[in-house]
Every structure is written in structure tokens, then in C-alpha cells.
């Protein structure tokens, strides 16, 4: 089976349209009136809709895809019960972590296999191997209770299915998946190819994994049909000190995270040697870049970063045993015409779905309810035609985000052509983010009727709706992305929050102001959480050695958003800030002179929006936020646009 790439490039979408790029010669100031309007209409028209029309650039992007479904595989069953697969007992599982604010239990949690369960991952990987020697077919997993200590590898032309009442558990033990992997690491075990967090490495295989395949599918009945990746389970310690994978986070209280000793991502880990020995001849400018203190080099989560900035093979980015990466849940590298459908995960190590570098991908009618740390629900990363629709997203961090690479992994190309309609977003940081790994850019996403529920507003709320984060680091750019008839019955967090000790000293972007407040001398933006609609083009510098990438943000076009209030802690609102636009910060860069052009955030359409009503009502001042935020930012057209009950028809631009 192929499908066939058919969406519509910019130019494309303005030859027939009409439509250019506008640009306004305006004076100083935040806000100026603007009449004008130079984009679409509200998405979603009539066939002539250039986005969502009979022939519109989405609709293509989503007929292209119509033939990547379960019925293409080959009608033939092969039960993993033939080949040896065996049932497991569970026993009630009660968490040791005694602070539930920092320790958060989540779903499927409450039970884990019972000791001495049988692992049928032997089974299950002897009927994959025999369904694709076969020419493909669905490999069946019945309902009932299964173990599976290791990664299951997919193969071309197989669909690996879970029967309705059917659960996996994961083994919780890294070790397991680091035993077999095609790459012999030696004392790191042996080891898969990885990409984490947009670097990579050789590390610990994903619980559901493939490379290089064609034509594969992981599919369920419905959300009885479960993945369970047993990350809250602990596989060493006990009490407030057991460690499972989420420990691996390092954030001090959490999930048995004592300390910065606490062996974890963020802990000086002694495997990690100087880069002088590690690479012989590194530049003396770079070396010093690198081993800036800000960012500890010892640490795994900058050591991999490093290894890329310093141009390391992969071959020799080796981590595993030792180190303290988490795997993906899900991860399919290099793999084209890929289906996910009708299941739920739960519980996962890192990031819930990671498709890297593949093409052709449809995710639908999946429930991803994992919200534990960096629990993203689905990130592609560097994909070419993608289709996610009638997921539900309940995570501990983005619902959906896009990514393309980070540092100088970037060999991939961007993310484009993209579609995401008829997705619901309960709690997480993001509803639909793109960032903040977009090294190689994302272009041609299109999104429509999301339902951002944010069931759970008054305890663990959606902090931002539509998110857009990058910084000189991550560089990349953003363009062509269209959003339509988003609702947010219960707005977003009514908490602003930055990013503190993540900023830079010296810094324009400082805490001399309070939040949400722009002034010509100290900006303070409310980037990590409370705003509807968010660009951060400052995000986290401080995390990032190497700051040379000036990002470009342009051709974001939004419409029909509603937020509706809610009273929580006696206050009543939809959001702290209505939008957060934060542009790209000059002072970050930290490269060769001279600096090289950093561009204002530019052609950005919000139309026939109703904000409901901003907790920062302003009058803004250098004091007091208004219900918009805006450093380095050109031309952000609102055109009926409702602010806490009146009607906005303004362009908002601050020169810097």
C-alpha cells in the first residue's frame, strides 16, 4: 500500500487564494487599530475552503491516508496463544510515595503482575516473526491479563492487536530493555536506536518499537484494549525512596527523587566523561560553550545535547545501563504507512507516542491517559504526512506536540502536513503544541474542532491551549499553521507561571516586572502556563549551551476559539492572559559575531475569537498586565475578537 503526497505548499494555498503576506509600516507602541484583514475566513467552508474544501490542502492530506487501515492488512489471524503466550495474575499495587501533590498517582496504577508471572514477550515476538514470514496478517493478543518483560519489536505487514479486555504490563525494570536490542553496548547493554527529546543515541528499546518498517499497525477493540507501561511501579528501593522510571525525572520529592544525587537524568553521572577525551580536537570556543557550568555537562539530559553540538556519531552516543533516559512508549523510527488505533496507554516512561522520521501515520480513536513527568500524548517528530483525529489526551505534559529535531539532529527535515481534527484535551501543559525541538521546522499543520475539556480545571488544569515554544537553541521555524473551532468549556489555568531560574542573567526577559508585563526595559512573560493562545520564542534559554539559532514564527492563522469562565479560589476567568506572544530575544545569542538577524514573530491571524474573560484585565502598565502580552512581535491581526465581553479589531506589534 502507498499513499501519495499531496499537500498544499504556501505558495500553492496563495496562487489560489489570492493571498499574500501583508505588511504594515507601523510606528512604536504595543497596539495600534488596524482595520485590515489579510488572511482567511474562519476554516471549515464551503468546497472552495482552501484549507478544508473538497480540495483544500487538509482534505488532501487526509484522502492521501484513507487506504492506511486495518482492512489493508491480510485477513489472516495469528493468535499469540499458538506460539506460546500465556496469561498473567495481577495483585493490588498501593503507591510508596506518600505526597500525592508531587507524587501524583495515575491511571492503571492501582494493580501490577503478580511475582512470577510468565512473560510471553518470547511468544509475542515469535508470532510477529511468523505473521510477517507469512506476508503479513494481525498478530491477536486475547482478552485477559499479560507480562511482557522487554520491547516489542513490530515488523513490516503486521498488525499486532490487542482484543477488547486485554492488558499488557510492562516490565518495570530498565534492565529489560537493554538485554537483547540489536546494537551490543557492551557494559550499557544491548541497545536500540533512539531519539530522546529530538537527540540521538543508542539507548533503552520502547515497549512498543520498530525501525525501518513498512506497513505496520498496533491496534485494539476499543479503550479496554490497554498498554501499560508500569512506570509508577518501583523496581529498586523502598518506601519514599523506591525508584521507578518516573524518578529518572530528578525532580526533588517526586516519584523517589531525593536529592541532585538521586541517580536521574539531572544528576552529575560520573559515566559521562570530559569532552576533550571524548572527543580529541573539540574547538576551544565550542568546549567552552559547552562546559558552561549553567548548564552541568555530567548531566545526562546535556550530555546528549553535547554529543550532538560536537557532531558525535550516534554510533557513540551510547547510553543504557548506567544512565538515565527514559524510553518513549511508543516509538516507530524511519518507518513509512503506520496506523494506531482503538486502544489506551497508560502509565508510560516518557513521551506516550514518538513516530520518528516516518511517513504516512494515522493515530485515531486512541486514549492516552498517562500523567506522569514529560507524559506527552503524541509527538511526531519529523513525520511527513500525519493524520491524528478522535484521540483523547489526559497527560502529564503537551497533548499533542510536534517536533523536528534538536541541536544539530536535524538530518530528518521538518514536520509537515499535518492534520489534527476531532481530539479531545483534558489535563496537560499544551492542548496542540509545536516545539520546542523544532531544529528543522514544522509547516503545513492544520487543525479543527478540538474540544479542550480540561475536565480537570480545578485541581490539575490545561495550562495553554494553542502553544507554540522555541528559543535561539532550538531555532527552526513555524509556518503555514492553521487552527479552526477550538472550545474551552473550562478555559485554561487561571495561574500565570514563567520560567525563573530558566531565564538568562543580563537578560531583557527578567523578573523586574511583574508577570505578564512588557516594558522597554524588563519583559516578564506568563509563558508556561495561563495563556490561551502562547508563542514563546524564549523558552528556557538558560537549559540550552548553545544559543546561535534564531528561530522564525510566521503564517499562524487562528479562528473560532471560545473559552468559557470558571470560579475558582474566588476568582473569575478563562485564562490569566488572552494571548502570550513572545518573541525571539537578540541578547540570547551567544555565537560568533555578527548576530545575525533575529526575527520578530509576523503574519499571525486571530479571528472570530471570544476569549472569555482574562484574570489580567489591565489597563496594561508597567505595573499591572493587560490581557495581551507582546515583545518582538509584527503584525498579530485580531479581527472580531471578544476580550472579557468587548469586541477587538486591533494589530498588535512591539519593535524591538
Same mark, same amino acid.
Given at each position: 500500500?502507498?499513499?501519495?503526497?499531496?499537500?498544499?505548499?504556501?505558495?500553492?494555498?496563495?496562487?489560489?487564494?489570492?493571498?499574500?503576506?501583508?505588511?504594515?509600516?507601523?510606528?512604536?507602541?504595543?497596539?495600534?487599530?488596524?482595520?485590515?484583514?489579510?488572511?482567511?475566513?474562519?476554516?471549515?467552508?464551503?468546497?472552495?475552503?482552501?484549507?478544508?474544501?473538497?480540495?483544500?490542502?487538509?482534505?488532501?492530506?487526509?484522502?492521501?491516508?484513507?487506504?492506511?487501515?486495518?482492512?489493508?492488512?491480510?485477513?489472516?489471524?495469528?493468535?499469540?496463544?499458538?506460539?506460546?503466550?500465556?496469561?498473567?495474575?495481577?495483585?493490588?499495587?498501593?503507591?510508596?510515595?506518600?505526597?500525592?501533590?508531587?507524587?501524583?498517582?495515575?491511571?492503571?496504577?492501582?494493580?501490577?503482575?503478580?511475582?512470577?508471572?510468565?512473560?510471553?514477550?518470547?511468544?509475542? %515476538?515469535?508470532?510477529?516473526?511468523?505473521?510477517?514470514?507469512?506476508?503479513?496478517?494481525?498478530?491477536?493478543?486475547?482478552?485477559?491479563?499479560?507480562?511482557?518483560?522487554?520491547?516489542?519489536? %513490530? %515488523?513490516?505487514?503486521?498488525?499486532?492487536?490487542?482484543?477488547?479486555?486485554?492488558?499488557?504490563?510492562?516490565?518495570?525494570?530498565?534492565?529489560?530493555?537493554?538485554?537483547?536490542?540489536?546494537?551490543?553496548?557492551?557494559?550499557?547493554?544491548?541497545?536500540?536506536?533512539?531519539?530522546?527529546?529530538?537527540?540521538?543515541?543508542?539507548?533503552?528499546?520502547?515497549?512498543?518499537?520498530?525501525?525501518?518498517?513498512?506497513?505496520?499497525?498496533?491496534?485494539?477493540?476499543?479503550?479496554?484494549?490497554?498498554?501499560?507501561?508500569?512506570?509508577?511501579?518501583?523496581?529498586?528501593?523502598?518506601?519514599?525512596?523506591?525508584?521507578?522510571?518516573?524518578?529518572?525525572?530528578?525532580?526533588?520529592?517526586?516519584?523517589?527523587?531525593?536529592?541532585?544525587?538521586?541517580?536521574?537524568?539531572?544528576?552529575?553521572?560520573?559515566?559521562?566523561?570530559?569532552?576533550?577525551?571524548?572527543?580529541?580536537?573539540?574547538?576551544?570556543?565550542?568546549?567552552?560553550?559547552?562546559?558552561?557550568?549553567?548548564?552541568?555537562?555530567?548531566?545526562?539530559?546535556?550530555?546528549?545535547?553535547?554529543?550532538?553540538?560536537?557532531?558525535?556519531?550516534?554510533?557513540?552516543?551510547?547510553?543504557?545501563?548506567?544512565?538515565?533516559?527514559?524510553?518513549?512508549?511508543?516509538?516507530?523510527?524511519?518507518?513509512?504507512?503506520?496506523?494506531?488505533?482503538?486502544?489506551?496507554?497508560?502509565?508510560?516512561?516518557?513521551?506516550?507516542?514518538?513516530?520518528?522520521?516516518?511517513?504516512?501515520?494515522?493515530?485515531?480513536?486512541?486514549?492516552?491517559?498517562?500523567?506522569?513527568?514529560?507524559?506527552?500524548?503524541?509527538?511526531?517528530?519529523?513525520?511527513?504526512?500525519?493524520?491524528?483525529?478522535?484521540?483523547?489526551?489526559?497527560?502529564?505534559?503537551?497533548?499533542?506536540?510536534?517536533?523536528?529535531?534538536?541541536?544539530?539532529?536535524?538530518?530528518?527535515?521538518?514536520?509537515?502536513?499535518?492534520?489534527?481534527?476531532?481530539?479531545?484535551?483534558?489535563?496537560?501543559?499544551?492542548?496542540?503544541?509545536?516545539?520546542?525541538?523544532?531544529?528543522?521546522?514544522?509547516?503545513?499543520?492544520?487543525?479543527?474542532?478540538?474540544?479542550?475539556?480540561?475536565?480537570?480545571?480545578?485541581?490539575?488544569?490545561?495550562?495553554?491551549?494553542?502553544?507554540?515554544?522555541?528559543?535561539?537553541?532550538?531555532?527552526?521555524?513555524?509556518?503555514?499553521?492553521?487552527?479552526?473551532?477550538?472550545?474551552?468549556?473550562?478555559?485554561?489555568?487561571?495561574?500565570?507561571?514563567?520560567?525563573?531560574?530558566?531565564?538568562?542573567?543580563?537578560?531583557?526577559?527578567?523578573?523586574?516586572?511583574?508577570?505578564?508585563?512588557?516594558?522597554?526595559?524588563?519583559?516578564?512573560?506568563?509563558?508556561?502556563?495561563?495563556?490561551?493562545?502562547?508563542?514563546?520564542?524564549?523558552?528556557?534559554?538558560?537549559?540550552?549551551?548553545?544559543?546561535?539559532?534564531?528561530?522564525?514564527?510566521?503564517?499562524?492563522?487562528?479562528?473560532?476559539?471560545?473559552?468559557?469562565?470558571?470560579?475558582?479560589?474566588?476568582?473569575?476567568?478563562?485564562?490569566?492572559?488572552?494571548?502570550?506572544?513572545?518573541?525571539?530575544?537578540?541578547?540570547?545569542?551567544?555565537?560568533?559575531?555578527?548576530?545575525?538577524?533575529?526575527?520578530?514573530?509576523?503574519?499571525?491571524?486571530?479571528?472570530?475569537?471570544?476569549?472569555?474573560?482574562?484574570?489580567?484585565?489591565?489597563?496594561?502598565?508597567?505595573?499591572?498586565?493587560?490581557?495581551?502580552?507582546?515583545?518582538?512581535?509584527?503584525?498579530?491581526?485580531?479581527?472580531?475578537?471578544?476580550?472579557?465581553?468587548?469586541?477587538?479589531?486591533?494589530?498588535?506589534?512591539?519593535?524591538?
Amino acid at each position: 500500500m502507498k499513499s501519495r503526497h499531496v499537500a498544499a505548499s504556501r505558495a500553492e494555498i496563495e496562487a489560489a487564494t489570492g493571498l499574500t503576506r501583508r505588511s504594515l509600516l507601523l510606528g512604536t507602541g504595543a497596539v495600534v487599530g488596524s482595520g485590515l484583514f489579510g488572511t482567511l475566513a474562519a476554516c471549515g467552508g464551503g468546497d472552495d475552503d482552501p484549507i478544508w474544501g473538497g480540495r483544500g490542502a487538509a482534505t488532501e492530506i487526509v484522502k492521501s491516508l484513507r487506504s492506511l487501515s486495518q482492512s489493508s492488512f491480510p485477513a489472516v489471524d495469528f493468535p499469540v496463544t499458538d506460539y506460546g503466550a500465556q496469561t498473567c495474575d495481577t495483585v493490588a499495587f498501593t503507591s510508596p510515595y506518600t505526597d500525592p501533590a508531587k507524587s501524583p498517582f495515575s491511571a492503571g496504577s492501582d494493580r501490577t503482575h503478580a511475582p512470577g508471572s510468565f512473560d510471553s514477550r518470547p511468544a509475542f %515476538l515469535a508470532t510477529i516473526a511468523a505473521c510477517h514470514a507469512a506476508g503479513g496478517g494481525r498478530v491477536v493478543v486475547p482478552a485477559g491479563t499479560w507480562y511482557c518483560a522487554g520491547p516489542i519489536e %513490530l %515488523l513490516g505487514d503486521v498488525n499486532f492487536h490487542l482484543g477488547a479486555g486485554c492488558t499488557i504490563y510492562f516490565s518495570p525494570n530498565p534492565a529489560d530493555y537493554a538485554k537483547d536490542g540489536p546494537i551490543d553496548c557492551g557494559a550499557n547493554g544491548k541497545l536500540y536506536y533512539a531519539r530522546w527529546q529530538a537527540n540521538d543515541c543508542l539507548n533503552y528499546g520502547s515497549p512498543i518499537y520498530a525501525r525501518g518498517q513498512t506497513h505496520i499497525a498496533l491496534t485494539g477493540e476499543d479503550h479496554t484494549s490497554i498498554l501499560n507501561g508500569q512506570a509508577m511501579i518501583p523496581f529498586a528501593g523502598s518506601a519514599n525512596t523506591s525508584t521507578c522510571w518516573w524518578t529518572w525525572k530528578g525532580n526533588a520529592g517526586s516519584y523517589g527523587a531525593v536529592n541532585s544525587s538521586t541517580p536521574t537524568q539531572a544528576y552529575a553521572n560520573p559515566a559521562n566523561v570530559d569532552l576533550k577525551t571524548k572527543v580529541p580536537g573539540i574547538d576551544d570556543a565550542l568546549y567552552a560553550l559547552l562546559t558552561n557550568p549553567v548548564t552541568p555537562l555530567q548531566q545526562d539530559q546535556n550530555y546528549l545535547p553535547c554529543l550532538s553540538e560536537a557532531q558525535v556519531p550516534i554510533e557513540q552516543r551510547i547510553f543504557g545501563l548506567g544512565h538515565y533516559l527514559r524510553p518513549t512508549m511508543v516509538a516507530f523510527i524511519d518507518c513509512s504507512d503506520v496506523l494506531m488505533e482503538n486502544y489506551q496507554t497508560q502509565c508510560t516512561p516518557f513521551w506516550q507516542h514518538h513516530p520518528v522520521n516516518c511517513r504516512n501515520v494515522v493515530i485515531r480513536g486512541v486514549k492516552v491517559d498517562s500523567n506522569g513527568p514529560n507524559n506527552d500524548g503524541f509527538d511526531p517528530d519529523a513525520c511527513d504526512t500525519v493524520l491524528c483525529e478522535q484521540v483523547e489526551f489526559n497527560t502529564g505534559d503537551d497533548c499533542i506536540a510536534i517536533k523536528s529535531g534538536k541541536n544539530l539532529d536535524t538530518l530528518y527535515g521538518p514536520s509537515q502536513n499535518q492534520v489534527y481534527q476531532d481530539c479531545t484535551m483534558n489535563s496537560g501543559h499544551g492542548g496542540i503544541t509545536l516545539g520546542s525541538e523544532m531544529g528543522a521546522g514544522i509547516r503545513n499543520v492544520y487543525a479543527r474542532r478540538l474540544t479542550m475539556l480540561n475536565q480537570y480545571w480545578a485541581t490539575n488544569p490545561l495550562n495553554i491551549a494553542i502553544r507554540i515554544k522555541t528559543n535561539l537553541n532550538r531555532g527552526g521555524f513555524v509556518e503555514d499553521f492553521y487552527v479552526d473551532d477550538v472550545t474551552l468549556s473550562h478555559g485554561v489555568s487561571l495561574t500565570p507561571a514563567g520560567y525563573g531560574s530558566a531565564m538568562l542573567a543580563g537578560s531583557p526577559i527578567n523578573t523586574t516586572v511583574p508577570l505578564g508585563v512588557a516594558t522597554a526595559s524588563g519583559s516578564n512573560p506568563s509563558a508556561s502556563q495561563g495563556g490561551i493562545i502562547t508563542f514563546d520564542c524564549d523558552y528556557q534559554p538558560a537549559k540550552d549551551a548553545i544559543r546561535t539559532r534564531p528561530p522564525r514564527v510566521r503564517g499562524i492563522h487562528i479562528s473560532n476559539v471560545r473559552a468559557t469562565n470558571v470560579t475558582l479560589n474566588g476568582a473569575t476567568g478563562s485564562c490569566f492572559q488572552a494571548i502570550v506572544a513572545q518573541g525571539p530575544v537578540a541578547y540570547d545569542y551567544n555565537g560568533p559575531l555578527p548576530v545575525p538577524e533575529v526575527p520578530a514573530i509576523s503574519d499571525v491571524t486571530i479571528t472570530d475569537c471570544d476569549f472569555g474573560t482574562p484574570l489580567a484585565a489591565g489597563p496594561a502598565s508597567a505595573t499591572v498586565p493587560g490581557p495581551i502580552y507582546a515583545y518582538n512581535v509584527q503584525d498579530i491581526v485580531l479581527q472580531n475578537v471578544k476580550i472579557g465581553g468587548t469586541i477587538v479589531n486591533t494589530t498588535v506589534s512591539d519593535p524591538r
